[in-house]
């Protein structure tokens, strides 16, 4: 969870968080979740394949901004973090991009405790936060991934 660009405002608005995975299953668990708890998160485009090469850099292996910040780029930020853990990592990772809930005017609106109290409640030793975890367990390793084998 960071609030990292501001591109992400751009995409999804000053209600809702940018939301990246790597797992069909826990995007869909922390859409639902959000609408439980009123922290909002809306899916941002996920396309490595297309997106990558606004990190070309004839200078190093890749760089930290994108080459054109109209081609998605709360999306690229997200395909940056991506980057560095590697397409084979067989975890399960959650990226939200909260820039623009995190405030309202020069205030802090406290957004993100409640959806991380809500998708990982069952995982508390409170009783209350335990019923506000989703209903069943999600995977920690991505099952999802296509096998080499």
């Known amino acids: 969870m960071?609030?990292?660009?501001g591109a992400q405002g751009i995409a999804t608005g000053k209600y809702h968080a940018g939301l990246l995975t790597n797992s069909d299953k826990w995007e869909k668990t922390c859409i639902e979740t959000s609408k439980a708890c009123a922290d909002l998160c809306f899916p941002m485009v996920f396309s490595p394949e297309l997106h990558f090469s606004e990190?070309?850099?004839?200078?190093?292996?890749m760089k930290n901004s994108v080459?054109?910040?109209?081609n998605a780029a709360s999306a690229c930020a997200g395909l940056f973090i991506h980057s560095h853990i590697?397409?084979?990592y067989e975890g399960i990772?959650?990226?939200?991009?909260i820039?623009?809930?995190v405030s309202d005017g020069d205030r802090a609106t406290g957004f993100g405790v409640s959806l991380l109290n809500c998708l990982f409640g069952d995982s508390s030793l409170?009783?209350?936060l335990?019923?506000?975890?989703p209903e069943s367990a999600l995977p920690l390793k991505n099952d999802e991934l296509e096998s080499d084998e």
Do not use: Y
């Open 93 to 97: 990772w959650i990226h939200l991009d």
């Open 99 to 101: 820039a623009s809930p």
């Open 86 to 88: 590697g397409s084979k």
């Open 55 to 61: 990190f070309n850099s004839e200078v190093a292996d």
């Open 67 to 70: 080459s054109n910040p109209a």
């Open 130 to 133: 335990k019923q506000l975890g």
């Open 126 to 128: 409170n009783s209350a």
């Open 2 to 5: 960071a609030t990292l660009t």
